[in-house]
């Protein structure tokens, strides 16, 4: 018991602080009378640099499409073999739940 308990004192100690962390971050304010400045990105950056980079952002944002794209795609896919493949292990009921488990949390 005391070994156990003295293995959790690590984690015990880091729940602690997290919710300290917690706490003081709650205690922040922003002052009121705080005025943001108008920050025009035309006049800041040239108009190469902004077209280089709308054209990451584009990138970016087609890039995030395909992925998502692509996970739809393999949950239906897991989704019509999950069967086919859970029939294959002859791991138990719980056995192959967990397995199909990790294989669709994995292949996502």
Do not use: K, N
Request: no cysteine.
């Amino acid at each position: 018991m005391l070994r156990t308990a003295a293995q959790a004192l690590p984690l015990v100690a880091l729940a602690a602080a997290w919710a300290a962390a917690a706490w003081f971050l709650t205690r922040t304010t922003i002052p009121g009378d705080l005025r943001l400045p108008h920050v025009d990105a035309g006049t800041e950056f040239s108009s190469s640099i902004l077209h280089r980079s709308a054209h990451y952002d584009a990138f970016l944002r087609w890039l995030w499409v395909g992925a998502t794209l692509l996970t739809l795609a393999a949950l239906v896919l897991f989704t019509l073999l999950g069967p086919r493949i859970a029939r294959s292990w002859e791991l138990g009921r719980v056995g192959t739940g967990v397995m199909v488990g990790a294989v669709t949390t994995l292949g996502t």
